[in-house]
């Protein structure tokens, strides 16, 4: 999953002024992504302070699938932490009781935010920035736990395309998220027109926005895995159906 960085508002100010200053974010991230394991109590992050000079606060929460804020049932530990200069630390994501309420035939996605809070200029009449980092998080129950063989034939495998006029409907049966974030009619060709990144929830289906005649009949889409790798699924269609074509699909 790609990393979502948002700016704070003093940093929109900033680029409508158009004033020259680096927009990276001081506090990295060692993941794109954040895989909960359902049986375990807690997961950790590790994070750096990638300013050299000065310390930062790194403050640290969790948002459901709509962007709310949440408390439960997963939280973050601590909430707020400092980070000296070109030091690491941990962030824990911490599960409570009631996390045993989610689904546990099926993934539930949420959000790891992390914001970077500099530390406050002596000199006046300074505009500083504030970076948010915004990443999926998926909460995967202990039953659903892939095995081995599992990422030796990646699930995002069973994916199909079901062809619905000049349109193609991708179909997940897995009980995990699958993000697409290419489309393409060839392995070397561009992104075809009209598609734009998309997450289809397990067991169920969403249509790409491409015209399945831009896609053509060997459609090639590339999904983002576990460790943030971008794998390349190629399909074959026949008769409004298309499978994956494992025979077609290079090695990373």
Request: aromatic share 8%.
């Amino acid at each position: 999953m790609m990393l979502d960085t948002r700016f704070t508002s003093s940093a929109l100010v900033l680029l409508a002024l158009g004033l020259s200053q680096s927009a990276s974010a001081a506090i990295g991230l060692d993941r794109t992504r954040v895989i909960f394991d359902g049986g375990k109590d807690a997961t950790s992050v590790n994070i750096t302070n990638n300013n050299k000079q000065l310390p930062y606060l790194a403050q640290g929460w969790i948002e459901d699938e709509s962007g709310n804020k949440i408390t439960s049932p997963l939280i973050v530990l601590p909430p707020v932490q400092r980070l000296e200069p070109g030091k690491q630390s941990q962030v824990k994501v911490q599960a409570l009781p009631a996390a045993k309420s989610l689904p546990q035939d099926r993934e539930t996605v949420y959000y790891f935010n992390l914001r970077e809070i500099p530390p406050r200029s002596d000199k006046s009449n300074t505009l500083q920035i504030a970076l948010q980092t915004r990443v999926k998080l998926f909460y995967r129950p202990q039953a659903i736990t892939p095995s081995q063989q599992d990422f030796s034939n990646p699930w995002q495998q069973r994916l199909t395309l079901t062809r619905e006029g000049d349109q193609y409907r991708v179909n997940n049966p897995t009980p995990y998220y699958v993000t697409l974030v290419d489309a393409r009619s060839s392995k070397d060709g561009k992104t075809v027109p009209g598609f734009a990144p998309l997450m289809v929830p397990p067991k169920g289906a969403m249509t790409l926005g491409p015209t399945a005649t831009a896609l053509g009949a060997t459609p090639h889409l590339t999904y983002v895995n576990d460790y943030g790798g971008r794998p390349l699924l190629v399909f074959t269609c026949s008769g409004g159906t298309c499978n994956v074509n494992v025979q077609a699909i290079s090695p990373e």
